[in-house]
T-cell receptor
Framework: DSGVTQTPKHLITATGQRVTLRCSPR?????VYWYQQSLDQGLQFLIQ???????AKGNILERFSAQQFPDLHSELNLSSLELGDSALYFC???????????FGPGTRLTVL | GQQLNQSPQSMFIQEGEDVSMNCTSS?????WLWYKQDPGEGPVLLIA?????ELTSNGRLTAQFGITRKDSFLNISASIPSDVGIYFC?????????????FGEGTQLTVNP
C-alpha cells in the first residue's frame, strides 16, 4: 500500500458524459501527478500540482482539467468523453516537486 | 518528445534464473526509477537512482544509472514466481517549476516454477 488513495476504483459511463476522479496523496506529500495508461499509449504524464499550484503539464487534452485543493487532495475532471478516453488513470504523489513518486491503485474508466 | 526504449518487451525464464532489462533514451534525465506493476494495480517503486554511474541494490534487485545519463539497467537475481509482472523504467526530468516521469514501454516478466 503506497498510501495514495484513489476513488472510484471503476467507472463506467457513456460518450459525451463528464466524470470526476479523486486522489488523496500520501500524508505529508505536497505534490500530486496524474497519469493515463492505455494499451496503445502506455503510461503518459498528464499534469502536476504542488501545494495547490499547477507546476507541469503534459499532453493533457483541453477536455480534461485538474485541480488540487487546500487539503491537498486532487481531482481530475474529464468531460465530453470519447471511447478513446477509456484507460487506467493513476494519481501519484511526492513530498517535493522533484522527489520520487508513489502511485495510487488507479481508476479504470470505461466509456461506452 | 522524449522516448524511452525499454528492452526486452517480454521474458520467459525459469525460477532461479537471473534477469536483466534496460532502458535507453535520446535525452538526459536527472533521475532514473524502476517500477513494477501487477495486473489491475498501480506501479510500485522498486529503485530510484539519482547520480550518473550510481549502482543501487534493493534485495535481489540491482539497478544502475548510466554514466551518459541516457540509460539504466535493472537486474533481478535468483528469480522467484512472485517476480512475475510488468517492469517499467522511468526517467524524471526536472523542469523550471516541476517535474514529470517519462515511462518505457515495459518488460513483461514470466517466471516458470
Amino acid at each position: 500500500d503506497s498510501g495514495v488513495t484513489q476513488t472510484p476504483k471503476h467507472l463506467i459511463t457513456a460518450t459525451g458524459q463528464r466524470v470526476t476522479l479523486r486522489c488523496s496523496p500520501r500524508s505529508g506529500d505536497l505534490s500530486v501527478y496524474w497519469y493515463q495508461q492505455s494499451l496503445d499509449q502506455g503510461l503518459q504524464f498528464l499534469i502536476q500540482y504542488y501545494n495547490g499550484e499547477e507546476r507541469a503539464k503534459g499532453n493533457i487534452l483541453e477536455r480534461f482539467s485538474a485541480q488540487q485543493f487546500p487539503d491537498l487532495h486532487s481531482e481530475l475532471n474529464l468531460s465530453s468523453l470519447e471511447l478513446g478516453d477509456s484507460a487506467l488513470y493513476f494519481c501519484a504523489s511526492s513530498v517535493a516537486t522533484t522527489a520520487e513518486q508513489f502511485f495510487g491503485p488507479g481508476t479504470r474508466l470505461t466509456v461506452l | 518528445g522524449q522516448q524511452l526504449n525499454q528492452s526486452p518487451q517480454s521474458m520467459f525464464i525459469q525460477e532461479g534464473e537471473d534477469v536483466s532489462m534496460n532502458c535507453t533514451s535520446s535525452s538526459i534525465f536527472n533521475t532514473w526509477l524502476w517500477y513494477k506493476q501487477d495486473p489491475g494495480e498501480g506501479p510500485v517503486l522498486l529503485i530510484a537512482l539519482y547520480k550518473a554511474g550510481e549502482l543501487t541494490s534493493n534485495g535481489r534487485l540491482t539497478a544502475q544509472f548510466g554514466i551518459t545519463r541516457k540509460d539504466s539497467f535493472l537486474n533481478i537475481s535468483a528469480s522467484i514466481p512472485s517476480d512475475v509482472g510488468i517492469y517499467f523504467c522511468a526517467g524524471q526530468l526536472r523542469e523550471t517549476s516541476g517535474s514529470r516521469l517519462t515511462f518505457g514501454e515495459g518488460t513483461q516478466l514470466t517466471v516458470n516454477p
